[in-house]
């Protein structure tokens, strides 16, 4: 198993590093140095700290306090790639004064497009210090307030029993695995081990979303990611396991108010 660590920007107010992990890893206990929010832009992984575990993927945010220990998980086959933003410790300061970055949270579709899309700029040197410096920050005071799902600004795992946290976690992990692949409740209650009703009645408690919409939200984000590098729509919509052209666009209309015009446009601005 081998990682990747990029850095895409590094001013005096933050950094920005494109983390790419291909297979396997197990785990070992890291440390971070410095407040850091973790985005994902495909595959999954799973953190466990104290004795509490999370699962970042393209819909749920992670993020660590300087010195907080943890240890992360790198079990999907097809990898992982997440986009890690650090700020200064200065900065970090004034976070935490206006409620902190969230543990984990729902990624609502404007945070993840504005993250893809300033990966995008960096990667083409696009962006100038300043506007990836505005963007970066304008990411972090999106996530400082959406920091739970059901908009308490407290993070909806505390309530939960272990076992139902590992149910929705494994869930989670199946359907990240291949967000193309076709599912229904019945498949997938079976090989998490649990009956249907109690599996969709569970995941909507814990995630505030229900698994239809949760797993139509990992498609079409996807499919985001190639709009942006400019992939064909035609394509695209094979890949990410809609029916048609049209089903994909309507998707993420539906999502972000955009056309896949609109969004291969920006990839390329």
Same mark, same amino acid.
């Given at each position: !198993?081998?990682?990747?660590?990029?850095?895409?920007?590094?001013?005096?107010?933050?950094?920005?590093?494109?983390?790419?992990?291909?297979?396997?890893?197990?785990?070992?206990?890291?440390?971070?140095?410095?407040?850091?929010?973790?985005?994902?832009?495909?595959?999954?992984?799973?953190?466990?700290?104290?004795?509490?575990?999370?699962?970042?993927? #393209?819909?749920?945010?992670?993020?660590? +306090?300087?010195?907080?220990?943890?240890?992360?998980?790198?079990?999907?086959?097809?990898?992982?790639?997440?986009?890690?933003?650090?700020?200064?410790?200065?900065?970090?300061?004034?976070?935490?004064?206006?409620?902190?970055?969230?543990?984990?949270? /729902?990624?609502? &579709?404007? %945070?993840?497009?504005?993250?893809?899309? %300033?990966?995008?700029?960096?990667?083409?040197?696009?962006?100038?210090?300043?506007?990836?410096?505005?963007?970066?920050?304008?990411?972090?005071? !999106? #996530?400082?307030?959406? &920091?739970?799902?059901?908009?308490?600004?407290?993070?909806?795992?505390?309530?939960?029993?272990?076992?139902?946290?590992?149910?929705?976690?494994?869930?989670?992990?199946? !359907?990240?695995?291949?967000?193309?692949?076709?599912?229904?409740?019945?498949?997938?209650?079976? +090989?998490?081990?649990?009956?249907?009703?109690? /599996?969709? =009645?569970?995941? +909507?408690?814990?995630?505030?979303?229900?698994?239809? =919409?949760?797993?139509?939200? %990992?498609?079409?984000?996807?499919?985001?990611?190639?709009?942006?590098?400019?992939?064909?729509?035609?394509?695209?919509?094979?890949?990410?396991?809609?029916?048609?052209?049209?089903?994909?666009?309507?998707?993420? =209309?539906?999502?972000?108010?955009?056309?896949?015009?609109?969004?291969? =446009?920006?990839?390329?601005?």
């Amino acid at each position: !198993m081998a990682i990747a660590v990029t850095t895409l920007l590094r001013t005096p107010l933050l950094a920005i590093q494109d983390v790419r992990c291909d297979g396997d890893r197990d785990g070992i206990v890291e440390c971070s140095v410095l407040d850091v929010l973790v985005l994902a832009r495909t595959g999954s992984f799973s953190v466990r700290r104290r004795q509490d575990e999370q699962l970042v993927d #393209a819909n749920r945010a992670l993020a660590f +306090r300087a010195g907080e220990p943890y240890v992360a998980r790198h079990g999907a086959r097809t990898g992982d790639r997440t986009t890690v933003i650090a700020p200064s410790p200065e900065l970090a300061a004034e976070l935490r004064g206006g409620g902190g970055l969230p543990t984990h949270a /729902l990624v609502p &579709a404007a %945070l993840d497009l504005a993250h893809r899309r %300033l990966v995008r700029g960096l990667e083409r040197d696009r962006l100038p210090a300043l506007e990836a410096e505005e963007l970066g920050l304008r990411i972090l005071e !999106m #996530a400082v307030g959406g &920091a739970s799902a059901d908009g308490s600004g407290t993070s909806r795992w505390v309530t939960i029993r272990p076992a139902h946290r590992r149910l929705v976690r494994r869930t989670i992990e199946l !359907m990240a695995g291949d967000p193309s692949a076709p599912l229904d409740l019945r498949s997938l209650a079976h +090989r998490v081990g649990v009956s249907p009703y109690h /599996l969709s =009645r569970t995941f +909507r408690r814990v995630v505030g979303l229900t698994l239809s =919409r949760y797993h139509a939200r %990992l498609r079409v984000r996807a499919a985001i990611e190639g709009l942006l590098a400019g992939v064909p729509i035609a394509a695209l919509a094979q890949e990410a396991g809609f029916a048609d052209q049209s089903h994909l666009a309507h998707a993420v =209309r539906a999502e972000l108010d955009l056309t896949p015009g609109q969004l291969r =446009r920006l990839g390329s601005s």
